[in-house]
T-cell receptor
Framework: AQSVTQLGSHVSVSEGALVLLRCNYS??????LFWYVQYPNQGLQLLLK??????LVKGINGFEAEFKKSETSFHLTKPSAHMSDAAEYFC???????????????FGQGTILTVHP | NAGVMQNPRHLVRRRGQEARLRCSPM?????VYWYRQLPEEGLKFMVY????????ESGMPKERFSAEFPKEGPSILRIQQVVRGDSAAYFC????????????FGPGTRLTVT
């Protein structure tokens, strides 16, 4: 069974500091991987995705993530945090192994990012 | 191109009543997914549908919950005889295909059972 673990339910950074949100997956076949952001009382917005090819993926709002198969990780980074980045971030994995569970996403528990002035 | 639409945005039901949640996917998307978000938890998959077919309902509770995606009209998630534990945010997502295609999420329906 596939699982996604986000280390750290809360991360706090200063404005202008590096943002690092950790995500590890557990799957017999490397899955498709996604990062979503959720602002209060809103739906999820896709930040970036990894399917195949280049392992460093760039997304919106200056975020990027690197797929590391050897570490089963897909950590999200941003060089310089803005106040507007404060939100909850979810890592998700999509099944790459076929079968009826082909479509569903498995989400991590989420990481709340706080940005201090 | 309008995004995924969900209505109502907020729904209050008394214990024992029925809740109907609606989802209209993005234009051109034929795959619909429902997820539930409980307080301080991530999203949990409930069901995956294509037009007139349930593809994967492995995340649906065995009783009281049902979903459909008819040939015409929105996808419906129905919860019969709601209980307080059903209070949650229910999100619908759609995609043009499966797996490698990202899912686009609606704003959610926040169900409160009193």
């Amino acid at each position: 069974a596939q699982s996604v673990t986000q280390l750290g339910s809360h991360v706090s950074v200063s404005e202008g500091a590096l943002v690092l949100l950790r995500c590890n997956y557990s799957s017999s076949v490397p899955p498709y991987l996604f990062w979503y952001v959720q602002y209060p009382n809103q739906g999820l917005q896709l930040l970036l995705k990894y399917t195949t090819g280049a392992t460093l993926v760039k997304g919106i709002n200056g975020f990027e993530a690197e797929f590391k198969k050897s570490e089963t990780s897909f950590h999200l980074t941003k060089p310089s945090a803005h106040m507007s980045d404060a939100a909850e971030y979810f890592c998700a994995a999509g099944n790459n192994a076929g079968g009826t569970s082909y479509g569903k996403l498995t989400f991590g528990q989420g990481t709340i990012l706080t940005v201090h002035p | 191109n309008a995004g995924v639409m969900q209505n109502p945005r907020h729904l209050v039901r008394r214990r024992g009543q029925e809740a109907r949640l609606r989802c209209s996917p993005m234009k051109g998307h034929s795959h619909v997914y429902w997820y539930r978000q409980l307080p301080e938890e991530g999203l949990k998959f409930m069901v995956y549908l294509q037009k007139e077919n349930i593809i994967d309902e492995s995340g649906m509770p065995k009783e009281r919950f049902s979903a459909e995606f008819p040939k015409e009209g929105p996808s419906i998630l129905r919860i019969q005889q709601v209980v307080r534990g059903d209070s949650a945010a229910y999100f619908c997502a759609s995609s043009p295909g499966t797996s490698r295609n990202e899912q686009y999420f609606g704003p959610g329906t926040r169900l409160t059972v009193t």
